[in-house]
């Protein structure tokens, strides 16, 4: 596979959008020829510190333009980018960077004291946006190095780090491109407010581009969130936990002109499904994406989301749609298992490095493929709970809870 061209894209898209506004903070902007400039600043800076192809260099920075930069930064160098949430404590860092083998991390200057305690190289932010260095174009991110290594839930666990060459990263931003439910216009806006590591950062590359503008908020806040609703947004990035913070701040709002939902990452119960079609209407778009294998993996389609929760809604389980082109599913007694060209090659654990084997992968969750080949979610493996001589998923509690009269979210 030919080196993947990172660089000359972003050349060409700030070349093409220049002072157009790419990213939009709480506080403030960046455009695309800023982000550009910035993104070949910190490549050249990890240059000039001698970092190879395909070598692990963390991230750590709070939602807002710079952690956009310093993400494009790393990935147009070649190296392979560790994003971090800057929430972690140094146990959870010194785990998860010792995993990835990650000897720099690109931070905040305040935060030098943190890392330096736990032996890393710091690359601030502050320095790099105040060098300058002539825009040049690199000759590609080898296809075969390692582009990106990110840390799992470790919901059942200690977390592993899940690798992705640059390649297998390429073919993931080219599939979700083409799954967008609409094609962004130049300065359409996508609202984004979870955190930049995993869904968010898929998203804003996919939105860039396409001439779009991300705003990207560090956190859900009714003072920085309304006034964007209020000016317009194409479309929102919002799991069920963000609609149900929204409801609850827009209890009698219709936002217009908000064209996508996109929603995934825990299951959409019908109460709050209804509460994002009163807010923005039948706009819901629901996919299933795992660490190990970027969205999408199976998309349901906002008219098909609709139709589902006229009448098909069940306790039994969530309807997640149907598998994205190039992925392919299995069901092993009662366990997902995935296949996909742009999946993850593997991950590390405390005894190195392991490929799926034969590129499959056991996602853990629990579902079925229906009659029209759609795929439904029942559960967790690990979140079984035997009680009277029966197996009963947390979801399924939920789910009946959820029309509860007075009670907006439940967890089990």
């Known amino acids: 596979m030919q080196p993947i061209p990172w660089s000359a894209r972003l050349l060409a898209l700030a070349r093409r959008h220049g002072s157009a506004v790419a990213i939009r903070g709480a506080r403030a902007t960046l455009s695309y020829a800023e982000l550009s400039a910035r993104a070949h600043a910190l490549a050249a800076e990890l240059q000039a510190r001698s970092i190879g192809p395909g070598e692990p260099v963390a991230l750590s920075l709070p939602n807002g333009p710079d952690v956009v930069w310093a993400s494009y930064g790393i990935t147009l160098h070649g190296a392979a980018e560790a994003p971090m949430s800057p929430s972690l404590t140094a146990d959870e860092v010194a785990w998860i960077t010792g995993l990835a083998g990650c000897r720099r991390v690109v931070t905040e200057e305040a935060r030098r004291p943190f890392f330096e305690a736990l032996g890393k190289e710091v690359l601030a932010i502050e320095q790099i946006r105040a060098g300058g260095v002539p825009l040049q174009a690199n000759a590609g991110a080898p296809a075969d190095a390692r582009g990106k290594i990110v840390a799992t839930s470790g919901t059942t666990g200690k977390p592993k780090a899940v690798v992705y060459t640059h390649g297998r990263r390429w073919l993931g931003h080219e599939l979700l491109k083409s799954a967008l439910p609409f094609v962004p216009q130049a300065g359409d806006r996508i609202l984004m407010v979870t955190p930049f590591p995993h869904g968010a950062s898929y ?133 997902i298992w995935l296949r996909a060209r742009h999946m993850s090659n593997g991950y590390i654990d405390p005894s190195g490095f392991h490929e799926w084997e034969d590129g499959w992968h056991p996602t853990g969750d629990l579902g079925w493929i229906d009659a029209r080949g759609r795929l439904w979610l029942s559960g967790r493996m690990a979140d079984v709970i035997k009680t009277g001589g029966y197996k009963v998923q947390p979801e399924e509690i939920e789910a009946t809870l959820a029309g509860t009269p007075g009670c907006g979210q439940f967890v089990v």
């Open 203 to 335: 998203l804003s590359y996919a939105w860039l581009d396409f001439g779009g503008e991300v705003v990207l908020l560090d956190g859900l806040r009714r003072e920085e969130a309304e006034p964007v609703l209020r000016e317009g947004v194409a479309a929102v990035f919002a799991p069920p936990t963000v609609i149900n913070k929204l409801a609850e701040f827009f209890p009698e709002d219709r936002f217009a002109g908000v064209r996508c939902v996109f929603t995934g990452t825990q299951t959409l119960t019908e109460a709050t499904y209804r509460r994002a079609e009163r807010m923005f209407g039948p706009v819901v778009r629901i996919t299933y994406g795992k660490t190990e294998c970027v969205n999408p993996i199976t998309v349901l389609a906002p008219a098909d989301t609709a139709a589902h929760y006229a009448g098909e809604a069940t306790p039994e389980g969530a309807c997640l749609g149907w598998p994205a082109d190039g992925v392919e599913l299995d069901i092993r007694e009662g366990e």
